[in-house]
Structure formats: C-alpha cells, structure tokens
Nanobody
C-alpha cells in the first residue's frame, strides 16, 4: 500500500515560485505514475498535472508552461515545481497515486499566493 505525504506548501507572493514534495513508500516512487490535484475554497477538486509510467505529462490549461513534475528515485519523492504563481493558484494541493486512476491520496498541503 502506498500512502503519499505532501509537504512544501506555504505563502508566496504572486510571480514567485514554490516546490511541493510528495513522498511515498515502495520502490521507485520517484518515477511512479502520479498526479497533482488542488482544491480551492468553495470549489471542487481539480486536476493540475499528471505523469504516466512512461513519463508522458498532462497539464491543466491553467498551469501549462508554469508547473512541472520531477522525481527523485533515491528519495522516493516526486516534486511539483510551480513558477509564476498567481493568486488563483491558491488551494490545498494533493498528490495521488497511481494515475490516471488514483487509489491513494495524501492529506494535502496549503499553498497561498498573495497579490
């Protein structure tokens, strides 16, 4: 069983960057098929970016060109690099595995972008 744990959230000014981490158990978690989702207050959870087993990436239109996934196999960690952040990126961010059919979700980490 894989139980991912997110970290790295915080408060950042618009235009800034933040890197979230998702750590899990099991071999090669750093290269696993997984996705990031987010949920803003009063809104439904939405897909942000996902990576398949063969490394193919899919992005929500709202983050295309600004967000990307990378992984560290040795650390069992997948990262979400977020650049050029906007106030509308404010949300709780969740990692989910596997993708595209998640079974395990982290507890979430808050990202707040101030204008």
């Amino acid at each position: 069983q894989v139980q991912p744990v997110e970290s790295g959230g915080g408060l950042v000014q618009a235009g800034g960057s933040l890197r979230l981490s998702c750590t899990g158990s099991g071999r090669s978690f750093g290269s696993t098929a997984m996705a990031w989702f987010r949920q803003a207050p009063g809104k439904e959870r939405e897909f942000v970016v996902g990576r398949t087993w063969d490394g193919a990436m899919a992005y929500a239109n709202s983050v295309q060109g600004r967000f990307t996934i990378s992984g560290d196999i040795a650390k069992n960690t997948v990262y979400l690099q977020m650049n050029s952040l906007k106030p509308e990126d404010t949300a709780v961010y969740y990692c989910a595995v596997p993708w595209p059919s998640p079974r395990y979700w982290g507890q979430g980490t808050q990202v707040t972008v101030s204008s």
